[in-house]
């Protein structure tokens, strides 16, 4: 058996996962450990994970490998400063020392801090190995993906050089076609968008692709004209006099600010029509990128599948649109198309590089619904439980899905925690925190009394499988929740002349639909499919709330409050539980009710302990 570990470390979303044979084992990002959202750090933990899940210890693994090439980025560093020299030189002297101290030295840093976790010398250490950062994702991308031959596509913000990137998966064998390079970024793009509306880049860009439904798309022209040259076939360069970010310590500068009549929105403040426009501009130039860059893969290599991995393939509203385009006859994306996803992506870089691996293609894809992480047991749960002195009553699933169908059905909110946990940003059934989509008041009261935030972000649904079509113009899986697609015609509610006359966020309460917990102002919503193949027991509660109410949905959102990563222990789980207005937790067959707990008084620290996203 040959054990290949990939680690993801040391600039956002530090990740570890473990390969055996080329079967994917574990995966898991070192935040749900440390409980510091977006954890940068060496991934101990995760890595420890993905080993105990295994039975084996370090020196039982044959390769680990580094998801990028630092001292190819640390080139762009310097080459950038060049060029744009004096005028960088106060993000070059803040970057300075932790290139110096860290990350120009990794090799003997990651050596240490793996002698010191297997408890050996360094000469006792597996192989050391280091993919390029795009070629990490393209794996991620392909290899996992239920597609024999499939064009790749790369979007972030910047690897090494490459920003965006093209490949060829054939069998085992990924191809480099051609890349776009930094400055010219789509993702650095749409993140000076993030942080010019007053969000937080490398986390907030969801909330302003939430937000755009809101807006009208009033600034594309000025985008296209001053901030873009865009050609026909999807590649582009920017105009980097309106930008900071290869210079300066924020994304956006004056020039930008000028363009778009004001300063950056101050975090936290209210959020005006002008944000909302800006936020649809800068969505329809996203897709219209995106859309272009397809269609030029799929002329350049003739291939009828498309593969997408990078922080930008999480755009799930630009997904849909390429979808239903029918540019391929299908497309896959990497659940963890971020940078933790690299990690993976770097093990199988070893594993059908290095090791010239016959690669065999499983459907749906070889992610196992990517449930990677930890799942817990009967004992260590009620040991954890007792310990915090919590008051449960233990259930078979006989007797718990069809009471847990009338609670949710009684417009309770509910904290799911069972089998293992998902790698990626997504939660999918493993750690949700779930609801009834047809309630009316469900939509505000997880926004504002559980997950503590903006009020304007929509919730997913999750649905069985077998039932997508009749709620959705979907017509095929999408188990990731990384496709939006519109609610059926049959679904929707028509809006009154008054309603229609609304503007902005006084959209917001006029219910669109027959599940309006689910559907976004524009009548769509970000799916999650329910296979039974993949999680049984969600798809079992998901059945049960259909059988008593004929409605095959629940409202999903990740088992968290804003700021913090999502749950992983019962411990975890049952302290956010506590920290907010969720009225049952279940952990596995545990059931808990929030009046039966012994100390009922809400908790309001979390605000202090995790900093806002």
């Known amino acids: 058996m040959k054990y290949i570990i990939g680690i993801s470390a040391y600039y956002h979303d530090s990740a570890a996962a473990l390969l055996a044979d080329g079967e994917i084992l574990a995966a898991a990002q070192e935040e749900r450990f440390t409980r510091k959202k977006h954890d940068a750090g060496f991934p101990a933990n995760a890595l420890q994970y993905c080993l105990d899940e295994a039975g084996i210890d370090l020196t039982d693994i044959s390769d680990v490998v580094f998801y990028d090439k630092p001292l190819v980025k640390f080139e762009r560093l310097l080459e950038t400063y060049l060029a744009y020299a004096p005028k960088g ?6 970057a300075m020392p932790v290139w110096l101290k860290e990350k120009l030295y990794l090799k003997s840093t990651l050596k240490k801090q793996l002698a010191t976790l297997g408890e050996c010398s360094k000469q006792a250490l597996p192989t050391l190995l280091f993919a390029e950062h795009h070629q990490s994702h393209a794996a991620s991308a392909f290899f996992p993906s239920p597609f024999e031959k499939a064009a790749v596509l790369c979007l972030d913000g910047v690897g090494e050089w490459a920003t965006t990137s093209a490949w060829l998966g054939q069998g085992n064998q990924l191809k480099a076609l051609w890349e776009i390079d930094f400055p010219h970024s ?4 749409y993140s000076a968008f993030t942080y010019y509306t007053g969000f937080r880049v490398n986390s907030g860009e969801y909330k302003l692709m939430g937000l755009a439904p809101y807006g009208e798309p009033k600034y594309v022209d000025l985008i296209l004209d001053h901030l ?11 105009d980097m006099s309106y930008f900071n970010y290869a210079t300066g310590l924020t994304m956006t500068n004056d020039k930008f600010a000028d363009l778009f009549g004001g300063p950056a929105r101050t975090p936290e403040t209210g959020l005006s029509q002008k944000e909302m426009d800006i936020a649809c501009s800068i969505q329809v130039v996203t897709e219209d990128i995106v859309l272009r860059l397809a269609r030029t893969i799929q002329k350049e290599t003739g291939a009828d599948y498309l593969c997408l991995a990078g922080g930008v393939a999480l755009n799930c509203v630009a997904n849909g649109v390429l979808l239903r385009e029918n540019i391929f006859r299908d497309i896959w994306i990497q659940p963890a198309a971020g940078d933790a996803g690299g990690a993976l992506g770097a093990a199988q870089v070893a594993w059908y590089e290095k090791y010239r691996a016959e690669r065999i293609v499983t459907t749906p894809d070889s992610m196992k619904g990517s449930y990677l992480g930890p799942k817990y047991k009967d004992p260590q749960i009620e040991t954890e439980l007792d310990a915090i002195g919590a008051e449960y009553t233990r259930l078979d699933d006989a007797e718990l899905m069809p009471k847990l169908a009338q609670i949710l059905a009684d417009e309770k909110v509910v904290g799911w925690f069972q089998g293992r946990m998902e790698f990626g940003p997504r939660a999918l059934g493993g750690r949700s925190i779930i609801g009834d989509p047809r309630s009316q008041k469900m939509q505000s009261v997880m926004n504002l009394k559980i997950k503590y935030r903006e009020s304007f972000r929509p919730f997913a649904p999750s649905i069985l499988a077998e039932d997508v079509a009749e709620f959705f113009v979907q017509d095929r899986p ?10 059926q015609e049959k679904h929707r509610l028509p809006m009154t002349g008054e309603q229609q006359k609304l503007f902005g966020i006084e959209k917001l309460n006029v219910p669109r639909s027959s599940l309006p917990a689910i559907t976004h102002v524009d009548y769509s919503a970000r799916i999650q499919t329910v296979h039974k193949e993949t999680n049984p027991r969600y ?3 998901i059945s049960a709330f259909r059988d008593k109410t004929g409605c095959p949905v629940l409202v999903n959102t990740s088992f968290n409050v804003r700021g913090e990563p999502i749950v992983c222990t019962p411990e975890d789980a049952y302290r956010c539980f506590m920290r907010t207005g969720m009225d049952y937790l279940v952990v596995e067959n545990y059931l808990m009710s929030k009046t039966d707990q012994p100390d009922r008084k809400q908790d309001d620290s979390w605000k202090e302990e995790f900093a806002l996203d």
């Open 89 to 94: 030189f106060r993000s070059f002297i803040a």
């Open 186 to 189: 789509l993702g650095l793009l």
């Open 228 to 238: 873009l040259d865009l050609k026909d076939d999807g590649t582009f360069r920017l």
């Open 478 to 487: 999408s188990p990731y929740m990384l496709i939006v697609a519109p609610v």
């Open 539 to 541: 798809h079992a509660l």
